[in-house]
């Protein structure tokens, strides 16, 4: 019986948790000596490596004195708080990774909350220990009292720590020593992490990830509770609504180095992955052909926004996409909701409109950008929270806000989160940046991000997290002034726009094709107005001094993904291609507009 460990490595965004990860894979010599690789192994997919973000869940395995250790790799982010939650299931320890600056962060406590839950044993890492301003010991004790408030077990606050530098390659118990390599952190893993408990009985296996070859179709992954699975067996799937259905295990592969390795069997507590069974979901269990056991089902926390996809129908649409029709929308859709156990879509009264719900504006960003890369196009409105009905009183979602901000500007940012109905809580400093915490309603942070990165020049650092539904808080001022309308289509011209740029800020740039009714700036006052850009000077044969003057624009504001869906208003859509991003009035004509708006 070969010795295991699974491990689930749990940070905060951008604390270094995939390039530990790296650092455990080079030690192990998974790599021959003249391979090339890139940093950052396991963030494979475009949008993780352009954003610096681990967005889906992975598992490697290395193998240390004999001993197997699975990892799983988590995002850090709350919006893929259903990547997490699955995949924890997996693991029987994990290893807390804390930025020795900033110590644990709302996203930290997230995350560790599940795993303390679940009852998984931690070792605490304190990286990045080589910066300026560290704090190491501060840090520790503030990672203590975070487990103490999250009701951790005795034997949860009897953790191993670590300090070291996943950047510099060395792990030890003394920061101020520094070791030559992260062998420490291999050997405390071996040490304090249990071996995974192997109960008696028949097979279950519950299913907690997925992964999809052209070839052989979905194929299962998760961890053997008990039992073994064996390669061409007939097994029970049990599924949620409680039929159990008759399959057959057609490979079974587990997981070696980065890649899978075939295998005849596995035995219980061992992660693998299954292939040839057809309709399973996550959360069905895979156990025993006579007298199946189901495990119990994965929850997740409900949704707490929704947004309308809608077809791409402007003047603009199938230049640029592949994937524009209803049907195409609606099959991609619906493929997304089998491994993104956090979102719902739901169909509207209109073949043409879905409504998607997520756990936030980024957990629904990074579907709308994956979508975009694959070739659709799409349109999608203004993002909303959803509220629930609770004892008769309209509720809403709260979430804790966290800004780091420098002394100069902490001023600017709680007037603007306090304007949101968003109540401060801690105020403290922080080397010399101010700590600021708040509850917020979610609403309030549609759109704030931006403006306090405005206020404070760029330099706050904000993260937020859902914490409660609780009472509605009052209407929340919404974006104050109007949009620039364009009034016809065509080339806009760089005469028109420096003639209009005192009535407000622009989007577009000279020679940028437009279609009237797509918004291009920004009015200076709070209505909509229409304005006319395609406009070009009218030329004679006479100069005239001063007629003649070079134009002087001011540079467009380009908008990315996420800024322009906490920008656009409730009636205007933000259209998304492979190629663009631009905004739009859903009622493109003028007169139509003002008619709908009447019936409002």
Known sequence: MQSIRNIAIIAHVDHGKTTLVDKIIHVSKIFRENQQFEDLILDSNDLERERGITILSKNVSVRYKGTKINIIDTPGHADFGGEVERVLKMADGVILLVDAFEGPMPQTRFVLGKALALGLRPIVIVNKVDKPNCRPD?????????????????????????????????MGPDWKNPTDSIIPL?????????APVIEEGTLQMQITSLDYSNFVGRIAIGRVKRGTIKEGSQLSLCKADGVIKKVKVKELHVFEGLGKVRVAEVAAGDICAVTGIEDFEIGDTLADLENPEALKRISIDEPTMNMLFTINNSPFFGKEGKFVTSRHLRDRLFK????????????????????VFGRGILHLSVLIETMRREGYELQVGQPQVIFKEIDGVKN??????????????????????TQRKGELLI????????????KIPSRGLIGLRNNVLTATQGEAIMNHRFTAYEPFKGPIPSRSNGSLISMDSGPCTAYAIDKLQDRGSFFIEPGDELYGGQVIGENSRDSDIVVNVQKGKKLTNMRASGSDDNVKITPAKKFSLEEGMEYIQKDEYLEITPKSIRMRKIYLDEGERGRMAKKD
């Open 427 to 438: 105020m403290e400093p922080k080397g010399d940046m101010q700590h600021l915490e708040f």
């Open 396 to 417: 809403e979602p709260i979430e804790t806000l966290v800004v780091d901000v420098p002394d100069s500007s902490a001023g600017k940012v709680i007037e603007l989160a």
């Open 336 to 355: 997304e909701m089998e491994k993104n156990l956090a979102l719902r879509v739901e169909t509207t009264d209109n073949e043409d409109k879905f409504l």
């Open 186 to 194: 291999l050997d405390a893993i071996v040490e304090h992490i249990p």
């Open 138 to 170: 501060e840090v520790y004790e503030s990672v203590f009292d975070l487990m103490f408030n999250l009701d951790a077990t005795e034997e949860q606050l009897d953790f191993q720590t670590l300090y070291g530098s996943a950047k510099e390659n060395w």
